[in-house]
C-alpha cells in the first residue's frame, strides 16, 4: 500500500516536471528557517550581464538542438560561402624601394636634415596614395599596347577595375612597396602593373626632383631678402644703443634699478611730507577750536588760582574773622537774651548779614579779577602756538611741491629709458628671430644643394613577371566561415536561453536571491519518477530513499518553525505552475503524518487542481462548496491511505467560490481546521498568474516556497516572493526540488520498507 501510495507521489512530481530538462544541482545544506528574512531591493543576479559560465550552464540546457542547429547552419553557409567566392586568379607583382629616409652625400648634411618618424611615414603613404591615383591609371591605360590587351577590353571600365583590384603595402613593415593586380591572364596583368610603375617612376619621381630645383631657388630669394632686412635693422640697433648710453640688457637692467629706486625714495619721502602735513592741520585745527572753547572751561581750570589769591588777599581774611567774631557773639547773645525780639540780637543779626554780603562779594571780585588774567595769558599762548603751527604747515607745503616736482621728473626719466630699453630689446629679437630663420634657409639650401646630387629616393627594384600558379583561398574562407557560424549558434542559442535566467543550483536561490533554503529535493531518473504497474525494482528503491530523506529534512526545519505553535497553517505556493508545488505539499504532509503529527492536505489550487489525483479522490464536494457554505468541514475532510493525513480537495470551482477567497469568512475555515489538525498543509495556486495565493496568504501562519531547478526563473520567482514579503506573510523560504545531490548510503532498503 505504501509502495503504491510513494508511486503516485513521484508520478505527480514527475507530472509538474516531465517537460523540463533535469540536471546537475550544486548541493547546498539547508539554512535555518527565518521569518524576517526580505528580499534584496535588485538582487544582481537578475539584472546582471551574462560571463563565460553562465552562458555555458545555460548551453547545458539546450545542447542538442542548438548543436544541430548549428551543424545545418554551418553546413548551409559553407556551401554558399564555396558557390558565392570568386574563384581564383592570377596575381602579378612589382617591387619598388621607397627609402625611408632621403638619401645623402653628406653625413654632416645627414644629420642636420635627418627626418623624423612621422615624416617618414607620411613620405610613404604618400607614395602609396601617388601609385594608385587615377592619374597615373589613366595614363598607364593610355598606353596603345595596354589598351589593346584582352583583360581590359572585357572590362566595361576598366579604371575602376584597376582602383578596386590593384594593391599596394609596404612588405613586412619595410621600405619595400608591393604593387600587385589580380586577373586571369597572367601575361596582361603582369605588363599592366609594369606599366603602372613606368608612369608612376616617369611622370611623379621625375616631377619631384624638379620641385626640389624650384626650391633651391625660391630659398636664394628669401635668403637675400632676409640679409637685406638684417643690414637695415643692425643699423637702427646701434643708432638705439648710443641714445641708451648701452647696448648690454644687463647694464641697461641695473640702470633702471638705480632709478627705480631712486624714484621710489623720492616717494616715500613724498608720503612722509604729507603725512606731516596732515598731523600739523590736525594740530592747528585743535588749536583753534581751543581758543574758542577757553571762555568756557576757564572757571574750572582756574578755581585754585582764585582760591590762592583769596588766601593772601588782607581784606578777605579780615572780612572772614570779623564774621566768625559776630557769629561767636551772634551764638552767645542767643543764650542770655529773653526773648528772640531783644534789640541787640536784632542789631548783631543784622551786622552778621551784611559782613557776610560783604565777604561774599569780595570773593566774587577776586575770583573775576583772577579770570580775567588767566583768559588773557591764555589768549596769548593759543594766538602763540597757532602761530607757529601755521608756519610750520607753510614749510611743510613747500617741501611737499619741491617732492612732487621731483618724483615727477623721476617719472618722466624712467619712462624713457623703459622706452628706450623695449625699442632696444624689440630691434635685437627681431634681429635674433631673423638671423636664426637666416641660418635655417642657409642650412636647408645647402642640404637641398646636396640632396640634388645623390641618387633617388624611389627607385624599382623588381619588375612584375608572368605568375604561373592560381592563389585559392575558398577553402580556408570558408572552413573559417563554417566555424564562425557554428559558435554564433550556439552563442545564439546559449544567449537565448541565459535570458530565461532559469534557477541552476541552489546558490541561486541564497544568493542570488537572498531567499533561505528550507530544502532541496534530488533529480529522480526517469524509470524511477515514472514505474511501470507493478514493476518496482530493487536498485530503485535507493532513489526513493533518497527522496525520503530529503523531504524528512525538510519536515524537520517546519518542525524546528513551529516549536511556538506560530507555524501550523503553512501555504505550499510558486512562481508560476509546473514547479512542484503540488508535488511538495503532498510530500511534505505525508512526511508530516509519518513523524505523528494530525495532518490535513488543503488543495486550495481551486483553477487547476491536482492533489485529488495523487490520492484517487473525487474533485467535489470540496473546498469550493465549503467557500460557498453549501457544505460543512467534516462532509469534505476525507482520509488517506497514510495514516494521520487526510486530504481537503479543490471541488467545483466557480465565481463564486473565487469572491469568497476575498471575505473573511476563508479566515473562520483556516480557523477551525487548525483546531481540528496539528498541521494544516495548502497547496495553493501560483502567485504571478492570479491572486488566489494573495488572498489566501493573508490568512496563514507562513508561505513556502516551491521552485523547480532548470523551470523556475530567477525574475519570476523575485517578483513573486517580493510580492508575497509586501503583504507583510512570513516567509519561511524556499525548496529546490530536482537537484543533483552527492548521494552517501547510509542503511539499506529495508529503510524504505519501513517507511
Not at 320 to 340: F, N, P
Not at 554 to 559: E, Q
Not at 618 to 626: A, R
Given at each position: 500500500m505504501r509502495s503504491r501510495e510513494l508511486n503516485k507521489l513521484e508520478m505527480v512530481s514527475a507530472a509538474t516536471?516531465?517537460?523540463?530538462?533535469?540536471?546537475?544541482?550544486?548541493?547546498?545544506?539547508?539554512?535555518?528557517?527565518?521569518?524576517?528574512?526580505?528580499?534584496?531591493?535588485?538582487?544582481?543576479?537578475?539584472?546582471?550581464?551574462?560571463?563565460?559560465?553562465?552562458?555555458?550552464?545555460?548551453?547545458?540546457?539546450?545542447?542538442?538542438?542548438?548543436?544541430?542547429?548549428?551543424?545545418?547552419?554551418?553546413?548551409?553557409?559553407?556551401?554558399?560561402?564555396?558557390?558565392?567566392?570568386?574563384?581564383?586568379?592570377?596575381?602579378?607583382?612589382?617591387?619598388?624601394?621607397?627609402?625611408?629616409?632621403?638619401?645623402?652625400?653628406?653625413?654632416?648634411?645627414?644629420?642636420?636634415r635627418s627626418e623624423t618618424r612621422d615624416e617618414t611615414d607620411k613620405y610613404q603613404k604618400t607614395q602609396l596614395e601617388l601609385i594608385q591615383s587615377r592619374a597615373v591609371l589613366k595614363a598607364?591605360?593610355?598606353?596603345?599596347?595596354?589598351?589593346?590587351?584582352?583583360?581590359?577590353?572585357?572590362e566595361e571600365d576598366a579604371l575602376e577595375w584597376l582602383d578596386k583590384d590593384l594593391q599596394a603595402e609596404y612588405s613586412n613593415d619595410s621600405d619595400v612597396l608591393r604593387l600587385s593586380l589580380k586577373g586571369k591572364y597572367p601575361q596582361d596583368i603582369a605588363a599592366i602593373v609594369n606599366a603602372i610603375v613606368d608612369v608612376y617612376l616617369r611622370e611623379i619621381v621625375t616631377v619631384e626632383e624638379s620641385k626640389r630645383r624650384h626650391r633651391l631657388e625660391q630659398l636664394k630669394e628669401?635668403?637675400?631678402?632676409?640679409?637685406?632686412?638684417?643690414?637695415?635693422?643692425?643699423?637702427?640697433?646701434?643708432?638705439?644703443?648710443?641714445l641708451a648710453g648701452s647696448s648690454d640688457q644687463k647694464t641697461l637692467a641695473y640702470k633702471q634699478q638705480l632709478e627705480l629706486e631712486q624714484r621710489s625714495m623720492a616717494e616715500k619721502e613724498l608720503m612722509q611730507y604729507r603725512a606731516e602735513i596732515r598731523k600739523a592741520r590736525a594740530e592747528l585745527s585743535v588749536l583753534?577750536?581751543?581758543?574758542?572753547?577757553?571762555?568756557?572751561?576757564?572757571?574750572?581750570?582756574?578755581?585754585?588760582?582764585?582760591?590762592?589769591?583769596?588766601?593772601?588777599?588782607?581784606?578777605?581774611?579780615?572780612?572772614?574773622?570779623?564774621?566768625?567774631?559776630?557769629?561767636?557773639?551772634?551764638?552767645?547773645?542767643?543764650?542770655?537774651?529773653?526773648?528772640?525780639?531783644?534789640?541787640?540780637?536784632?542789631?548783631?543779626?543784622?551786622?552778621?548779614?551784611?559782613?557776610?554780603?560783604?565777604?561774599?562779594?569780595r570773593r566774587k571780585d577776586i575770583e573775576a579779577r583772577v579770570a580775567r588774567d588767566a583768559e588773557l595769558r591764555g589768549r596769548s599762548q593759543a594766538r602763540d602756538e597757532q602761530l607757529a603751527a601755521q608756519e610750520r604747515v607753510a614749510v611743510l607745503e613747500d617741501l611737499e611741491r619741491a617732492a612732487q616736482q621731483d618724483v615727477k621728473r623721476m617719472s618722466e626719466q624712467t619712462r624713457t629709458s623703459n622706452q628706450k630699453s623695449l625699442d632696444l630689446r624689440s630691434r635685437q629679437d627681431e634681429i635674433e628671430t631673423e638671423s636664426k630663420a637666416a641660418m635655417k634657409i642657409?642650412?636647408?639650401?645647402?642640404?637641398?644643394?646636396?640632396?640634388?646630387?645623390?641618387?633617388?629616393?624611389?627607385?624599382?627594384?623588381?619588375?612584375?613577371?608572368?605568375?604561373?600558379?592560381?592563389?585559392?583561398?575558398?577553402?580556408?574562407?570558408?572552413?573559417?566561415?563554417?566555424?564562425?557560424?557554428?559558435?554564433?549558434?550556439?552563442?545564439?542559442?546559449?544567449?537565448?536561453?541565459?535570458?530565461?535566467?532559469?534557477?541552476?543550483?541552489?546558490?541561486?536561490?541564497?544568493?542570488?536571491?537572498?531567499?533561505?533554503?528550507?530544502?532541496?529535493?534530488?533529480?529522480?531518473?526517469?524509470?524511477?519518477?515514472?514505474?511501470?504497474?507493478?514493476?518496482?525494482q530493487t536498485r530503485d528503491l535507493y532513489w526513493h530513499n533518497l527522496l525520503l530523506e530529503s523531504i524528512d529534512a525538510?519536515?524537520?526545519?517546519?518542525?524546528h518553525a513551529s516549536r511556538d505553535g506560530s507555524c501550523r497553517l503553512l501555504m505550499i505556493t510558486s512562481a508560476l505552475k509546473g514547479e512542484g508545488k503540488t508535488s511538495l505539499a503532498c510530500h511534505l504532509a505525508r512526511s508530516l503524518a509519518r513523524a505523528g503529527r494530525r495532518t490535513l492536505l488543503v488543495d486550495c489550487d481551486l483553477r487547476t487542481p491536482a492533489a485529488h489525483r495523487v490520492f484517487g479522490e473525487?474533485?467535489?464536494?470540496?473546498?469550493?462548496?465549503?467557500l460557498r457554505g453549501e457544505v460543512l468541514a467534516t462532509d469534505v475532510i476525507r482520509p488517506t491511505p497514510v495514516k494521520d493525513l487526510w486530504i481537503l480537495t479543490a471541488g467545483q470551482c466557480d465565481v463564486r467560490a473565487l469572491q469568497a477567497l476575498a471575505l473573511d469568512g476563508i479566515g473562520q475555515v483556516f480557523a477551525e481546521l487548525k483546531d481540528r489538525f496539528d498541521f494544516v498543509i495548502v497547496d495553493s495556486a501560483p502567485v504571478l498568474p492570479v491572486t488566489d495565493s494573495l488572498l489566501i496568504g493573508q490568512h496563514v501562519d507562513a508561505v513556502l516556497f516551491s521552485v523547480l531547478r532548470d523551470v523556475s526563473q530567477l525574475p519570476k520567482v523575485y517578483m513573486a516572493y517580493e510580492r508575497l514579503s509586501t503583504l507583510g506573510m512570513r516567509m519561511l523560504g524556499a525548496v529546490v526540488a530536482g537537484a543533483r545531490m552527492e548521494h552517501h548510503v547510509y542503511g539499506g532498503p529495508a529503510l524504505t520498507e519501513e517507511r
Open positions: 516536471s516531465e517537460n523540463e530538462p533535469v540536471d546537475r544541482l550544486v548541493p547546498a545544506r539547508p539554512s535555518p528557517v527565518r521569518s524576517d528574512r526580505k528580499v534584496p531591493a535588485k538582487p544582481s543576479a537578475i539584472s546582471g550581464m551574462p560571463d563565460a559560465l553562465g552562458l555555458l550552464k545555460a548551453l547545458r540546457r539546450c545542447w542538442l538542438s542548438a548543436v544541430l542547429t548549428g551543424l545545418c547552419t554551418a553546413g548551409a553557409v559553407v556551401t554558399l560561402g564555396w558557390t558565392v567566392l570568386p574563384a581564383p586568379k592570377y596575381t602579378a607583382y612589382a617591387l619598388l624601394q621607397v627609402a625611408s629616409r632621403p638619401p645623402q652625400v653628406a653625413f654632416t648634411i645627414l644629420e642636420t598607364a591605360l593610355r598606353q596603345p599596347q595596354i589598351g589593346a590587351l584582352p583583360a581590359v577590353r572585357e628669401v635668403y637675400d631678402q632676409y640679409e637685406k632686412s638684417l643690414s637695415t635693422k643692425r643699423q637702427i640697433l646701434r643708432e638705439l644703443a648710443e583753534q577750536s581751543r581758543e574758542r572753547t577757553q571762555a568756557a572751561e576757564a572757571p574750572a581750570d582756574w578755581s585754585r588760582e582764585a582760591d590762592e589769591a583769596l588766601s593772601k588777599d588782607p581784606q578777605f581774611l579780615d572780612g572772614e574773622k570779623y564774621v566768625e567774631r559776630l557769629e561767636r557773639q551772634l551764638q552767645q547773645m542767643r543764650r542770655l537774651a529773653r526773648a528772640t525780639q531783644d534789640p541787640a540780637l536784632r542789631r548783631i543779626e543784622r551786622d552778621l548779614t551784611v559782613a557776610r554780603a560783604s565777604l561774599q562779594q642657409a642650412e636647408d639650401m645647402e642640404a637641398l644643394k646636396v640632396e640634388l646630387r645623390a641618387e633617388q629616393r624611389v627607385k624599382p627594384l623588381e619588375s612584375a613577371d608572368v605568375p604561373r600558379k592560381k592563389e585559392d583561398k575558398r577553402p580556408m574562407m570558408t572552413v573559417a566561415m563554417g566555424f564562425g557560424t557554428f559558435a554564433f549558434v550556439l552563442l545564439s542559442f546559449s544567449w537565448w536561453e541565459f535570458r530565461a535566467r532559469r534557477i541552476d543550483s541552489a546558490e541561486d536561490v541564497v544568493i542570488g536571491l537572498g531567499m533561505q533554503l528550507v530544502g532541496a529535493l534530488p533529480a529522480l531518473p526517469n524509470r524511477v519518477r515514472r514505474p511501470i504497474a507493478g514493476t518496482q525538510t519536515r524537520t526545519m517546519i518542525l473525487p474533485v467535489d464536494p470540496g473546498f469550493s462548496e465549503l
